[in-house]
């Protein structure tokens, strides 16, 4: 079975520090991970995906993700926390066939 | 990138209206559409699947006649909220897709309030 797990609620961080938003995810064979944002009273919006390739996953608006196969997480990091930032981040998995499982979302509040 | 069109952005109507949202992929051609409820700070929850062409499917406890799911075409999907109740109100979004290893591309949701 296929499940996508997102630990925190909630996460703080000061602006101009780094962020870090966990994701981990259980498939049965090779996942397809992405990451989205939804800002308030908004659909989400793509920031990054990780087929195959490099375990590292740069996307939009400064975002990266990491692909761990080991620890089966897809951790969305970004260097430098912006106040912009602050939204609704879901991360998602899919294996073949249609289906997506989107995690239940981790709120981040980047304080000025 | 790719875009999807989601209409109307807000509705409010009487108790017993049905309505119907709109879902358009503008630039692509959408083999499967999806239709999602959002509570207040909470996940999405996927209500159907639709593909073009054939009937949608639905998630478990998802009324079937209660949420009507047309996938007529490659860049339309309506789904209508038949005699709608307060407790229908929510955030309704949907999202297109054309190859599975791809993304989903959501529209910008549709808030239902029902009096």
């Known amino acids: 079975a296929q499940s996508v797990a997102q630990p925190e609620d909630q996460v703080n961080v000061a602006e101009g520090n780094p962020l870090t938003v966990k994701c981990t995810y259980s498939?049965?064979?090779?996942?397809?991970l992405f990451w989205y944002v939804q800002y308030p009273n908004r659909g989400l919006q793509f920031l990054l995906k990780y087929i195959t390739g490099d375990n590292l996953v740069k996307g939009s608006y400064g975002f990266e993700a990491e692909f761990n196969k080991s620890q089966t997480s897809f951790h969305l990091k970004k260097p430098s926390a912006l106040v912009s930032d602050s939204a609704l981040y879901f991360c998602?998995?899919?294996?073949?066939?249609?289906?997506?499982?989107f995690g239940t979302g981790t709120s981040l509040t980047v304080i000025p | 990138g790719a875009v999807v069109s989601q209409h109307p952005s807000w509705v409010i109507c009487k108790s017993g209206t049905s309505v119907k949202i709109e879902c358009r992929s503008l630039?692509?051609?959408?083999?499967?559409m999806f239709w999602y409820r959002q509570f207040p700070k909470q996940s999405l929850m996927l209500m159907a699947t639709s593909n073009e062409g054939s009937k949608a499917t639905y998630e478990q406890g998802v009324e079937k006649d209660k949420f009507l799911i047309n996938h007529a075409s490659l860049t339309l999907s309506t789904l209508t909220v038949t005699s709608a109740h307060p407790e229908d109100s929510s955030f309704y979004i949907c999202?297109?897709?054309?190859?599975?290893?791809?993304?989903?591309?959501f529209g910008d949701g549709t808030r239902l309030s029902i009096l």
């Open positions: 630039d692509f051609q959408a083999t499967t």
């Open positions: 998602a998995v899919r294996e073949t066939g249609n289906q997506f499982y």
């Open positions: 999202s297109a897709s054309n190859e599975w290893n791809q993304p989903q591309h």
């Open positions: 498939v049965s064979g090779n996942p397809y």
